[in-house]
């Protein structure tokens, strides 16, 4: 019988999420290359390769390739006849291995779970509790999988309960096309299909710790119905025209990956789960042996690619002098440079600033004449002036735009994917721009940083408002001041794109 000591598993849960938090596997840098070497669109071009730079930066010095390290999702398999040494159980353990991971001293990574999540949705400081799936299985052997998943990507998590005469391949295509850019394309989408409602779920989770292997699938010839379905999907769902973070472009997903299991003659159940650009999952076995132990990649796996950073191509920007009138003259895709001060703020602090203004309070920081960028940063290291630090959902921060931009001086804001049409008319309404930089290049964002202090809100912690100094920071002008959309002309300009070539 396999004695597994208790430190060896804490210790092995330990690692292998530090490992993740700056080590992308293999077979999604390989796909990434594949749909950065084929993609038409200069815009979705361009993110590609700031992900696959980053990600290459990121592996080289061991820090997270996304400020948002995720919550940690643990499915542990417990052999039969394994014995754990432990007085805990095995969430315990789990949990005990993700605190310090998390809190690990050389590599932070970011803390991002709430507690009481109706309520006063407090940080737990250690991004604990992990999600944890227990199961028995045959064997002396512990085997765990682990994901550390980003909150932006499983915010698009769907579920439909459908007939069985429905077409699940409609509805996933009508869904992948309704949910924006907020998961980080270009990445996957894993889908349940069966069992229950609940089961469902569960598989298209777990269909993400499949390997990647469309390119070699669609090389091959499908073998299976399911196979035929997964190119069907990975061709109408690329034929949308998303491209890489919403811009427009050939490649939304590398795969789609799909478990299936029986189910009720009356029912459908269909889950739907997609995994941005920072698909972070590892699983490794315990046999009583010892901790467990990984290998890093070679660099050699990832393509060298010079990014286009001169002021030639790029409109440069002094924040601290930055004007209505200046903000009126950006177009929608112009690339900026932005130099100077900027203010961030995201979901919890844009709460309690409304929360605020409605009691008639005063705000502890003034956004008169500022840009704010939607940002939760990973705490610094060393010389870093912050820790990896790229942008959130913007559209989350919708609801708030009005008020923000009415009644707080602001004039500019920066994070990912689209806005909806509330926030798109309020900045039209105020002359005011929304800018972007890439979801998951945190890395690669936060060179330009280069002062970081907190000015407000500390409580909440990477939620607090804290002033950036930068330095030539790379964004993309998403919507401009007349209210022009780059989400909408460019999605829409290589859908038409690419019906005509398949035409
Ligand atoms: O929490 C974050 O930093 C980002 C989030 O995962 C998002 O994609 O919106």
Not at 32 to 40: D, I, N, V
Not at 318 to 331: K, M, Y
Not at 409 to 421: F, N, P, S, V, Y
Not at 469 to 498: C, F, K, N, Y
Request: hydrophobic fraction near 45%; charged fraction near 25%; aromatic fraction near 6%.
């Amino acid at each position: 019988m396999a004695v597994i000591r208790e430190d060896d598993f804490v210790a092995s849960v330990a690692d292998a999420l530090q490992f993740i938090s700056y080590y992308h596997p293999a077979d999604y840098i390989r796909h990434l290359t594949a749909a950065y070497e084929r993609e038409e669109s200069t815009a979705a071009k361009e993110a590609i390769a700031q992900i696959l730079v980053n990600s290459r930066m990121a592996a080289i010095g061991h820090r997270p390739m996304c400020q948002d390290t995720g919550v940690v999702n643990a499915f542990v398999a417990v052999g039969l006849e394994a014995r754990v040494e432990t007085k805990a159980c095995i969430e315990d353990l789990v949990n005990e291995g993700a605190r310090r991971a998390y809190l690990d001293a050389g590599n932070p990574l970011r803390a991002s779970i709430v507690a009481d999540p109706l309520f006063s949705r407090g940080n737990t400081r250690d991004n604990t509790p992990a999600v944890v799936h227990t199961s028995v299985v045959p064997g002396d052997r512990v085997t765990i999988t682990l994901m550390a998943k980003g909150g932006g990507s499983e915010n698009k998590a769907r579920f439909a309960m459908l007939n069985p005469s429905d077409s699940v391949a409609d509805w996933v295509v009508r869904t992948v096309e309704a949910l924006g850019a907020g998961w980080c394309p270009p990445g996957m989408i894993g889908l349940g299909v069966g069992g229950s409602a609940d089961m469902a779920m569960l598989m298209a989770k777990q269909a993400l710790f499949e390997p990647i292997d469309m390119q070699d699938l669609l090389q091959r010839g499908p073998a299976s119905k399911e196979e035929e379905l997964r190119i069907e999907l990975y061709r109408r769902i690329n034929a949308l025209g998303i491209g890489a973070q919403g811009l427009g472009g050939l490649t939304t997903v590398v795969d789609v990956k799909l478990r299936t299991h029986p189910t009720h003659a009356a029912s459908m159940p269909v889950g739907l789960i997609p995994q941005c650009a920072a698909n972070r999952h590892i699983t490794f076995t315990l046999d009583g042996d010892g901790p467990a132990t990984f290998t890093p990649p070679a660099l050699a796996d990832w393509p060298q690619i010079a990014l286009d950073r001169t002021a030639d191509t790029a409109r440069r920007v002094d924040l601290d002098t930055l004007t209505r009138a200046e903000i009126a003259r950006w177009r929608p895709g112009e690339k900026l440079l932005l130099s100077g001060r900027l203010l961030t703020g995201r979901d919890a602090a844009h709460k309690r600033i409304a929360d605020m203004k409605a009691r008639g309070e005063p705000l502890p920081v003034d956004f008169t004449g500022r840009v704010i960028y939607y940002v939760g940063p990973v705490d610094a290291v060393g010389d870093e002036a912050v820790g990896p630090a790229g942008p959130t959902t913007a559209t989350r921060m919708d609801k708030f735009t009005e008020m923000m931009l009415a009644e707080t001086g602001l004039i500019a804001m920066i994070g990912k994917a689209e806005r909806g049409q509330e926030a798109i008319d309020a900045i039209a309404r105020h002359r005011a721009a929304y800018l972007i930089a890439v979801g998951g290049s945190a890395v690669l964002v936060s060179q330009a940083i280069r002062q970081a202090r907190r000015v407000a809100f500390e409580d909440l912690g990477m939620e607090a408002i804290y002033e950036f100094t930068v330095e030539d920071m790379p964004v993309t002008v998403a919507v401009d001041a007349a209210g022009q959309s780059v989400h909408r002309l460019g999605p829409a300009e290589w859908r038409r794109r690419i019906a005509a070539a398949a035409d």
